[in-house]
């Protein structure tokens, strides 16, 4: 039932991410998922000096930096094909 | 009782996919309803997805949902995002549908419907979707490497260098034939080719928009450029309408190839949010949504195909390109059936972004089940046609004549009714000067979609419109992939010419990237030139050699696959990439030979070479068309000597593989695996 109530949020929302409209969302939640994580395992272990990984040391990206930068990376590969 | 009733169900479905095969095959009052064809293509899906990758997944593959995926092992929420398997599928099947499987099929129903139905049918369950699905999970477990790391790591050195030349020759080609197939459906039409024209302020309009007004809101910037694009299809009648509009936009083969060759070389050096990204957000959205309308129209008109199941030029005599069905409509059927290209794409994004290794299957064997579907809707389209207006419409000038009246009687001759007003009531009735010599596929594909269209909306009072729509659908697309080709082209070129010149490898340095993107436009746009001066259509040399490139990249991808099993112990299951990699190698090298040695002019490339010299030397060609010929034999010399070095690479490559597997097989070398090391999930199991 919660399905069918839901379903024309649910395909707004499956609209946005197939296109690239979410694109900018989904690198927030994915950024602060892996620095949570991170954090979660210093806090877990000794925390060692010297740079940390990925994310938790990169600063998040403005929407407009990462659309560019998203850009850049999609097309210095193969993402269409014949 | 459930059992029992999922017995019952699969068992109707296998049999009304059995039935419609069987009536597509040996129904011979035609014609054939269109719903048949729908049936017993979706019927086979159903069946091989559920059972035949179900197979593949569990016993070949072994997917394992307890082990983490790279998207989850190395998230930077840039390449590698954990991304839910119905949003997955979407971008990977806007990345693999691309023209191939629209002008294939197009092409090949000059053998009648049934050998590009079958093919299309069969090679995508058996051979498509397997190469996608486990080159996909090879990928995944290798942290996302490309086909060329894998062949490298796994078969050899000489292996991934191999790859990488398989994938520039295939884009160089790939890029010469998509630009020709735009020329021929655009040239003398000044609708099309205004309303093509527009899309390029439309998308300068759209990146700007989304660079700096509202920077990645990808949706609204698209449904704007969607609306913008319609105007112009629609505004494009009174262009055509104005003399003086109409001959600003009515331009020659040789014009328009000049044009896009420049356009190629402005959009590769173009900043890409500028030009590249919104035409090819604009051109996503139309493909999908143009596809979508196709399969709603054809289910909705249910039209009949006046095409016999196979027509006389089975015997390799057809007008649209020479050579039998075997291997001829295996090459051209690529991207409908098997595609070595979707192996790049399978090795590219996708794996990085996979959530569990399970959704390998829906995605990998999913996604080209409907690419495959795409191709028997066009399929359906062409052979919806009077067979003598599909053949005046795809003949070239050189095999049918010139005029009309030249052209009816030539193709009567060949048993198919045509007259002469029929021709020009459709080209009027389309809103085109003439529709006669119009190779390549686009135009007669997008009459057919037309009148799927307009029998949903319109009718016959939308037939021009809906034409066009059809033909910029083509034409778009077609001009995306040549962006984003040339420009991966130019990073290829540039990586390879930066071993020779350090300064041509730097990414930065704008005379490295002038100079490469002139390398790259260059290379196609010799065999762009080549086919709009060729007097056959250029797409009887241009299509089977682009075909023969990426059944070659299939070859390599399938080479990788048979040995990850065999290093995974899967001796016993090798026949699953095995039989359709022999099938490959057995077309792409009988094509080869052919193309290269038959002694039929139509075919042979040196053959055809041999006549135009024997015409110099016995004083039949005019002089003043002496350089032309030269030209015409250079260039068949060349065709020869690309199609040599790629059947060349494929035997080496054979070569390689055959000795690596023997080796394992006989316990003379380990078999050592370059997966990455598992780590179990930490993810709840079965979440999305």
């Not at chain 2, 016999?308 to 090459?331: E, S, Y």
């Amino acid at each position: 039932m919660t399905i069918v109530r839901n379903w024309p949020r649910n395909i707004w929302s499956w609209i946005r991410q197939v296109s690239g409209d979410a694109a900018y969302e989904n690198y927030l939640r994915s950024t602060r998922r892996v620095a949570r994580a991170e954090m979660a395992r210093a806090g877990c272990c000794t925390i060692h000096a010297g740079p940390s990984t990925r994310a938790t040391s990169a600063h998040l990206l403005t929407r407009e930096e990462f659309y560019l930068h998203a850009l850049r990376r999609r097309y210095s590969t193969i993402s269409r094909c014949c | 009782m459930k059992s029992l009733l999922k017995i019952i169900l699969w068992a109707a479905i296998a049999l009304a996919g059995a039935g419609a095969l069987a009536a597509i095959a040996f129904e011979r009052r035609e014609p054939l309803n269109a719903v048949w064809f729908v049936v017993a293509a979706l019927c086979t899906y159903l069946v091989a997805y559920r059972f035949y990758s179900k197979f593949i997944a569990a016993k070949v593959l072994a997917l394992d949902d307890t082990r983490a995926t790279p998207a989850e092992r190395l998230e930077d929420g840039h390449d590698f995002v954990p991304t839910s398997k119905w949003v997955l599928i979407g971008h990977h099947f806007a990345a693999i549908a691309g023209p191939g499987p629209l002008v294939g099929p197009t092409l090949a129903a000059q053998f009648g419907y049934l050998p590009g139905t079958l093919w299309l049918i069969v090679g995508a369950a058996l051979g498509g979707c397997v190469q996608d699905f486990i080159i996909l999970f090879c990928s995944i477990r290798r942290d996302g490497k490309s086909l060329g790391q894998m062949a490298r790591e796994e078969v050899s050195k000489r292996g991934g260098m191999i790859a990488l030349l398989a994938v520039l020759a295939i884009m160089i080609i790939l890029l010469a034939v998509v630009a020709l197939v735009i020329v021929k459906a655009l040239k003398e039409s000044p609708w099309g080719t205004f309303t093509l024209a527009m899309t390029i302020p439309i998308a300068l309009l759209m990146g700007i928009y989304l660079r700096y007004v509202r920077p990645g809101r990808v949706l609204e910037a698209s449904l704007g450029g969607v609306a913008l694009v319609m105007l112009a299809v629609v505004s494009g009648q009174w262009v055509n309408a104005s003399p003086a509009w109409s001959s600003a936009f009515t331009l020659s083969g040789p014009a328009l190839a000049l044009a896009i060759i420049a356009y190629g070389y402005a959009a590769s050096a173009l900043p890409v949010w500028l030009l590249l990204a919104p035409r090819d957000y604009l051109s996503a959205f139309i493909k999908v949504g143009a596809i979508a309308a196709l399969a709603i129209g054809v289910i909705f008109v249910r039209p009949t195909l006046e095409m016999p199941a196979l027509t006389r030029f089975v015997d390799g005599n057809g007008p649209v390109f020479a050579g039998k069905i075997f291997p001829f409509c295996f090459i051209t059927i690529a991207c409908g059936a098997i595609s070595g290209f979707h192996a790049l794409i399978s090795s590219g994004t996708t794996p990085k972004m996979i959530l569990r290794e399970s959704h390998a299957r829906m995605i990998g064997y999913g996604a080209m089940l409907m690419e495959s579907f795409v191709g028997v809707m066009a399929m359906i389209a062409a052979c919806a046609l009077q067979p003598g207006v599909y053949f005046a419409i795809n003949s070239p000038a050189g095999i049918v004549g010139k005029t009309a009246d030249a052209a009816a009687a030539t193709i009567r001759g060949w048993g198919y009714a045509l007259d002469p007003q029929t021709m020009s009531a459709l080209a009027q009735r389309v809103g085109e000067h003439t529709l006669l010599d119009r190779t390549g596929g686009a135009p007669s594909l997008a009459v057919g979609m037309a009148q799927i269209f307009s029998g949903t909306i319109g009718g016959e009072r939308l037939l021009s419109i809906w034409y066009h729509f059809a033909i910029m659908f083509e034409a778009l697309f077609i001009l995306t992939v040549l962006d984003a080709g040339t420009r991966v082209g130019r990073f290829m070129v540039q990586e390879l010419g930066g071993h020779l010149w350090k300064p041509l490898g730097r990414s930065g340095s704008t005379a490295g990237i002038l100079a490469t993107s002139a390398l790259m436009v260059g290379a196609w746009g010799y065999f762009l030139w080549q086919g709009v001066q060729d007097p056959l259509g250029g797409i009887n040399s241009l299509w089977p050699l682009f075909g023969i490139a990426n059944q070659l990249l299939a070859c390599v991808a399938l080479v990788v696959a048979t040995t990850i099993l065999l290093k995974m112990g899967r001796e016993r299951w090798i026949w699953v990439t095995l039989a359709p990699m022999v099938w490959l190698v057995a077309i792409t090298m009988t094509a080869s030979y052919q193309k290269i040695f038959s002694a039929n002019s139509r075919i042979g490339f040196l053959s055809q070479a041999n006549v135009l010299a024997t015409q110099i030397a016995s004083g039949a060609i005019p002089a003043e068309k002496f350089a032309v010929t030269q030209r015409l034999i250079f260039n068949n010399r060349l065709d020869a000597a690309v199609t040599a070095v790629l059947a060349v690479m494929i035997l080496v490559l054979l070569v390689e593989a055959i000795g690596e597997w023997i080796a394992i097989l006989s316990g003379r070398k380990a078999a050592v695996l370059h997966e990455s090391p598992y780590i179990a999930t930490k993810w709840a199991e079965g979440g999305d």
